[in-house]
């Protein structure tokens, strides 16, 4: 069997063992078998399901490293098998002068089970990896966005306002950490092309980027209150915590709510209703 055949093979075993509640997906409805379906892995890794079958039937021969990293987060794949992924495919596995978006057991595990809070994991340039339910809730549901706008750094130099209102001090402050972190990443992971394409790209795109990048401007992440937006549940006034995970450069960024504040009750509102819309008089529909 040729390579791309085994990769096709391998791809559908993954997907096949992976059940839906593993990653956050309901498990109602008809299914042939107790996998996800080419749909929601192409969503969760997002890719169009087209690709996706060109992969798995071995006709797309040359996945991206970009592409090899999503379907590896997407298919909660272990170190060993995120390796044998690469080698199919082949390429070698990114190594220690990459940033890496492997997530340990414990992380996932933590996000599984601290389903009270908004939660998502991130990676040494800022991309998002993970996220749990209430997150994309709070803030909306990242799974069919592309690589770029998963990058909080890209989208706040670049992007449209997102639901999160920042003071002018809190918006400096942020800023200077963004771009401190991506000068700290520079310099740890200096064979990573992507991240150096996403600094280059930035600069170009973002005058504010560019200017504060020249100028050597560093910052530092504090537990700061955000406040934020939601079209259903209304104003929310948040604690913002960035953790970062041992042994690594991966980020966890938890969003809490004082006890009995309204900011609790609204919380606890969203991790009921999730992502459904609601009517006029707050029911969902």
Request: charged share 20%; with cysteine.
């Given at each position: 069997m040729s390579g791309s055949g085994e990769l096709g093979r391998a791809l559908r075993g993954w997907r096949d063992r992976t059940a839906p509640a593993t990653v956050g997906l309901p498990a109602g409805g008809v299914r042939r078998a107790a996998g996800l379906r080419r749909e929601e892995l192409a969503q969760l890794a997002g890719l169009s399901v087209d690709y996706l079958v060109r992969l798995e039937q071995g006709r797309a021969t040359s996945p991206s490293a970009q592409v090899l990293s999503a379907l590896a987060r997407a298919l909660r794949l272990s170190a060993a098998e995120r390796e044998h992924l690469y080698l199919l495919a082949g390429q070698w596995a990114p190594g220690p002068g990459q940033v890496s978006a492997h997530i340990p057991p414990g992380v996932r595990r933590l996000l599984d089970q601290l389903d009270g809070a908004p939660l998502s994991v991130w990676d040494a340039a800022w991309n998002l990896i993970l996220w749990n339910p209430l997150w994309a809730a709070l803030l909306g549901d990242p799974s069919a966005?592309?690589?770029?706008?998963?990058?909080?750094?890209?989208?706040?130099?670049?992007?449209?306002?997102?639901?999160?209102?920042?003071?002018?001090?809190?918006?400096?402050?942020?800023?200077?950490?963004?771009?401190?972190?991506?000068?700290?990443?520079?310099?740890?992971?200096?064979?990573?092309?992507?991240?150096?394409?996403?600094?280059?790209?930035?600069?170009?795109?973002?005058?504010?980027?560019?200017?504060?990048?020249?100028?050597?401007?560093?910052?530092?992440?504090?537990?700061?209150?955000?406040?934020?937006?939601?079209?259903?549940?209304?104003?929310?006034?948040?604690?913002?915590?960035?953790?970062?995970a041992p042994g690594g450069d991966l980020r966890i960024v938890a969003y809490t709510a004082a006890p009995g504040s309204d900011a609790a009750d609204r919380l606890r509102l969203l991790n009921v209703i999730g992502t459904e819309a609601m009517t006029e008089d707050g029911t969902p529909r």
């Open positions: 966005l592309p690589g770029r706008e998963r990058n909080i750094v890209w989208l706040h130099f670049t992007g449209p306002p997102s639901r999160i209102s920042h003071t002018p001090e809190q918006e400096t402050r942020f800023r200077a950490a963004m771009v401190g972190d991506l000068r700290a990443a520079s310099a740890r992971y200096p064979a990573d092309a992507g991240l150096r394409a996403l600094i280059k790209e930035l600069r170009d795109v973002s005058l504010t980027f560019a200017q504060m990048w020249d100028a050597g401007v560093v910052g530092v992440h504090e537990a700061v209150t955000k406040t934020v937006h939601h079209p259903t549940v209304g104003v929310l006034t948040l604690d913002c915590d960035v953790l970062t």
